[in-house]
């Protein structure tokens, strides 16, 4: 994949893919708060760290390298 083309879809990804991304991930917690009740501050922080670790893991080779010059 050429530099252009990843530089394309990586915008793509962050405009349209993270803000849903987002939106999922608190839906996720906010669900595991109805159904198991509230979890402390630390274990929140950790499930939101750990989303936001997972999301970038299959677009690792498409954001490598687009802040370089062509």
């Known amino acids: 994949m050429n530099l252009k083309t990843r530089k394309r879809l ?3 990804i962050l ?3 993270l803000p ?3 939106v999922a991930a608190v839906t996720l917690v906010n669900w595991m ?3 198991f009740g509230r979890q402390s ?3 929140e ?10 999301w ?3 677009f690792k080779r498409v954001f490598s390298g687009i802040g370089r010059g062509e």
């Open 15 to 17: 405009v349209i893919g």
């Open 10 to 12: 990586s915008l793509l």
């Open 33 to 35: 708060d109805a159904r």
């Open 45 to 54: 922080v950790a499930i939101y760290v750990g989303l936001g670790i997972l």
């Open 56 to 58: 970038i893991l299959p």
């Open 20 to 22: 849903l991304y987002i």
């Open 41 to 43: 501050i630390l274990v």
